[in-house]
């Protein structure tokens, strides 16, 4: 075929046959092309990697924060303000610094200032809110319940976190909210066991 080109070519045909013999900048069109593929492709790799990695470690978390509220230990957890005021049960500050203990020892690499707590008791199972904590505007919701219970209490615990993502080439993004960032949700419903008040 391309012989035939050549042949075809009448005056041009000593350029015509030295384009198409000159293979010096191939590897600069392959680049070209494939490139910004492969940055896609790994980019994409890495971050769904660490996305996976993140939503283990907070359901991870979930399950461990939840055992603070079922055994009773939110509960009669004594606390000491600034002033040295002494206070019975967990704060919602106090759950969540503990929560966040947790979820440091199980993914360092994320940040305590994206993590939401909520937690709310419910008269049965079947009136769990398992829905998106996000407002009328579809964005992540400012304010969040924190109600313990006591013993015997169906409790619905939800840790939210923001994880900010990065655009990558050819439009690849893991981003499920408006601001750019995806949303990571673990639950877990239980129901608080008899403990030992003070």
């Known amino acids: 075929m391309a012989r035939r080109l050549i042949a075809n070519a009448g005056p ?3 350029v015509a046959l030295a384009l198409l013999l000159d293979c010096r900048a191939s590897l600069s069109v ?11 492709l790994l980019t994409a790799i890495l971050q769904i990697a660490l996305v996976f990695m993140a939503q283990g470690a907070l359901e991870t978390t979930a399950e461990q ?14 606390g000491t303000t600034s002033t040295g005021t002494t ?20 993914a360092p690499f994320l940040s305590c200032s994206n ?4 937690v709310t008791t419910v008269s049965a199972y079947s009136s769990a809110v398992m829905g998106l904590p996000l407002d009328s505007k579809g964005k992540l919701a400012t304010s969040f319940n924190y109600s313990v219970g006591t013993q015997g209490t169906i409790v619905v615990l939800r840790l939210i976190y923001q994880w900010p993502t990065v655009s990558a080439p050819l439009g690849f993004t893991l981003s499920n909210q408006s601001d750019g960032s995806r949303l990571l949700l673990a639950t877990s419903v239980f129901k608080s066991e008899p403990y030992v008040t003070s």
């Not at 392959?30 to 896609?40: L, R």
């Open 12 to 14: 041009m045909r000593g």
């Open 65 to 78: 924060a939840s055992r603070l509220i079922m055994t009773g230990q939110a509960q009669t957890y004594a």
């Open 30 to 40: 392959e680049i070209a092309v494939m490139g910004p593929m492969f940055v896609a």
């Open 115 to 118: 993590l939401y707590v909520d």
């Open 87 to 106: 206070y019975t049960g967990m704060t919602q500050a106090d759950f969540k610094s503990a929560a966040c203990t947790e979820l440091r020892a199980s």
